[in-house]
């Protein structure tokens, strides 16, 4: 089992930056990608981004694309998402997830676990 935790939500005015992390501990004997994702209320959850095993490679939606930043320290088994000029329309739960793959993926059922999430308010 691998169990998620994310940090770092809370309330920003447009145009703010928040940092968000998530921890991950459990099983992890082996490669594996990370993402994070977002829902907003009557929302499907949406892809924002993923990093691959060593970092080397991300991906990111075109909606955060230059705004927001993915990355991963190992040492820590911890995954960053740094976010910048944030939009009201940024509001969402964030979820980060954990796959059992070395490599990128931009949709949800291709993630093995899931934390809780974490809230993230943008005020206009």
């Known amino acids: 089992q691998v169990q998620l935790a994310e940090s770092g939500g809370g309330l920003v005015q447009a145009g703010g930056s928040l940092r968000l992390s998530c921890e991950v501990s459990?099983?992890?004997?082996?490669?594996?990608?990370l993402g994070w994702f977002r829902q907003a209320p009557g929302k499907e959850r949406e892809f924002v981004a993923t990093i691959n095993w060593d970092g080397t490679s991300t991906d990111y939606a075109d909606s955060v694309k230059g705004r927001f930043t993915i990355s991963r320290d190992h040492a820590e088994k911890t995954v960053y998402l740094q976010m910048n000029s944030l939009k009201p329309e940024d509001a969402a739960v964030y979820y980060c997830?954990?796959?059992?793959?070395?490599?990128?993926?931009?949709?949800?059922?291709?993630?093995?676990?899931w934390g809780q999430g974490t809230q993230v308010t943008v005020s206009s």
């Open positions: 459990g099983r992890t004997d082996n490669s594996y990608a």
């Open positions: 997830a954990f796959r059992e793959s070395p490599l990128l993926a931009r949709y949800a059922y291709e993630y093995d676990y």
